[in-house]
């Protein structure tokens, strides 16, 4: 039965511990790893000055994960009541997004999508495609070519289909009959977007549950970082096509 102050010491030093793992921060977000539900267990002895820390990485391919655990080791060891840190990396559970304190959600800014307009009820482009169309009596352009994704009737509404335009994966949604196009490709670690479930305008990736906004291609929710890229769609005789629009060369026919 551990006396009174041997469960303070225990409870000043795991805090201490606390406070170095906050300045410790994620190799891919700019988050610390302790907001970022990233250690799963801190085991202290006071008496002896032994830590042992259990904790994950947002992905095993993560490219420091060989590194990371000596890195926190040294910080922690950094503190005087330490005299020996060992940290173990595990993989099980994998880390998730629920595993963020309010603060890492709001330092990562995880804006709720519906702060972006809906399209109209005319459209069929998302929006990202439609800023790369622009307004075609000002523009020149050389354009790639439409590829079917299918027909209208064979994608539904809440239907997804993958289609490989010119090399590229790409994942085509009907979300209450409009339509969007994005890389079938996770920007955090590849996963495959078109398993993940789509609630209105977000789709979560399966992996680690990333977040992106099917309209624009923005993350929304950690640990990817960096958008998806979005693919133009249009409804043409009766087919769903999209085209990779990266490639195009456009030029403004006004003076400049
Ligand atoms: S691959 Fe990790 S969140 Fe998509």
New binding site residues.
């Given amino acids: 039965m551990p006396t009174e102050a041997a469960s303070i010491a225990h409870t000043i030093l795991t805090e201490q511990v606390i406070g170095v793992l906050r300045t410790v921060y994620d190799p891919e977000l700019p988050v610390n790893i302790y907001d970022l539900g990233l250690v799963y267990d801190i085991q202290v002895e006071p008496q002896s000055g032994k830590v042992h820390i259990r904790m994950t990485l947002?992905?095993p391919g993560c490219p420091v994960a060989q590194t990371f655990p000596g890195t926190v080791e040294c910080s922690v060891r950094e503190l005087p009541e330490v005299n020996e840190a060992c940290v173990e990396l595990v993989w099980d559970p994998p880390w998730d997004r629920t595993r963020m304190s309010e603060a890492a959600r709001l330092t990562l800014g995880m804006l709720d999508a519906g702060d972006l307009p809906r399209p109209d009820t005319t459209s069929v482009a998302s929006v990202a495609g439609a800023l790369r169309n622009r307004d075609s009596n000002d523009l020149e352009s050389t354009r790639s070519d439409w590829v079917n994704v299918a027909a209208q009737d064979d994608l539904p509404d809440g239907g997804v289909s993958v289609v490989d335009v010119n090399g590229t994966e790409v994942a085509v949604f009907n979300i209450g009959g409009h339509y969007y196009a994005i890389e079938d490709v996770?920007t955090?670690?590849?996963?495959t977007l078109a398993e993940g479930e789509v609630e209105e305008f977000e789709i979560e990736?399966p992996?680690?549950?990333?977040r992106f906004d099917l309209r624009t291609g923005r993350v929304t929710a950690p640990?990817?970082y960096e958008a998806v890229t979005t693919f133009p769609v249009r409804i043409h005789d009766n087919r769903v096509q999209v085209r990779e629009a990266r490639d195009d060369s456009i030029r403004t026919n006004k003076p400049p």
């Fill in positions: 947002t992905a996770c955090h670690d590849g996963g990736c992996r680690h549950g990333a640990p990817a």
